[in-house]
């Protein structure tokens, strides 16, 4: 009687380098899909959580509002309005010239110097956050534009 390894090979023949290594990219692969199902169960608890940690004051309806879209255009036309208020008269970003390389202020110490104006009923954390968005887009056209002058300050230098 031929004793079996109990992979169909008897226990005296050797798998060849071909079969192991077969066999290993085989346990390799189930091992990619047993972490994959991992990976989704432990997303889908951590995705439970941040479902259940949202705002529950907030009334689920079957019916789409009517009126979304005007809600969140009027929500970011305040955040624009809030952004335009706190910011002083004067955004302009630092840019300077170091060993050839243009170098701009960092957006948190632009923001951070440039906000004048908090409202009363949040922090400047809070409004940071929120208006992040609108901050950063200030931000950019005002960062493109002290980039384009020192560039044409170095031109009429340069002439």
Known sequence: MIRSRGNGIPEN????????????ERNDMVMGVLEAYDRIE???AENEKLR??????????????????INARILQVGREKLV????????????????GVIVA???????KRKVEKVPSFMSYDQFALLCEAELRSVYESEKKKAIDRLMKSEQDDEE
């Open 105 to 111: 202020e960092d957006f948190d110490d632009w923001s």
């Open 13 to 24: 023949e050797k798998p060849d380098r071909a079969e192991r290594q077969d066999r290993m």
């Open 42 to 44: 432990r997303l889908e």
């Open 52 to 69: 259940a940690g949202m705002v529950k004051s907030v009334a689920t309806s079957t019916e789409s509002d009517p009126f979304e879209g």
């Open 84 to 99: 335009e208020e706190s910011l002083g008269y004067w955004k302009d970003v630092r840019v300077e010239r170091k060993n």
